[in-house]
């Protein structure tokens, strides 16, 4: 286990998904990018479905884990292992909720190059958070996460 009982994660897993959306609306503006060429309606009522949808995976997912008595913030110490609930179908429910969330708000700000470093963006969520998080869960629980990561996929 590392000198620290955390993660080691590179930075808060929010600040990420903001970083990237951020960059892509602020290029976006920039360089004029074109409209998703979606009706306004229709893209506003995607948008929406999908902020509220991560929303409700985000809640459901810290709710299981307060109810464990266990730190929601992946830079605070895990001090139990969650299996049920929505952890039973994906090992990292807040994070796909962050990603709905983006991929919501994308939408909502008409950005296809947002849409497009979501990709990265969660290319980096895997490598530099998630990763960090599984050797250290690991660390930390042993066999019982080895199970645990054996029977329930990561994302979906």
């Not at 602020?26 to 948008?47: K, M, Q, T, Y």
């Not at 190059?113 to 895997?126: H, R, Y």
Request: hydrophobic residues 55%; positive net charge; proline residues 8%.
């Amino acid at each position: 286990m590392a000198d620290k009982d955390i993660p080691g994660v590179i930075a808060p897993p929010p600040l990420i998904y903001l970083g990237f959306l951020g960059a892509g609306w602020a290029v976006g503006h920039l360089i004029d990018e074109p409209s998703l060429g979606l009706p306004s309606l229709a893209r506003n009522a995607a948008a929406l479905t999908a902020v509220l949808t991560g929303l409700a995976i985000e809640a459901w997912a810290a709710g299981l884990f307060r109810r464990a008595g266990t730190a929601v913030q992946p830079w605070k110490p895990s001090t139990a292992l969650v299996r049920t609930g929505i952890y039973a179908l994906s090992r990292n429910p807040i994070y796909l909720g962050f990603a709905i969330i983006y991929l919501g708000l994308a939408l909502a700000m008409d950005s296809p190059l947002a849409l497009i470093l979501l990709m990265p963006c969660l290319l980096v969520i895997d490598r530099f958070v998630i990763q960090r998080e599984e050797l250290y869960l690991l660390a930390r629980f042993g066999p019982a996460y080895s199970d645990y990561r054996r029977t329930v996929r990561r994302w979906l």
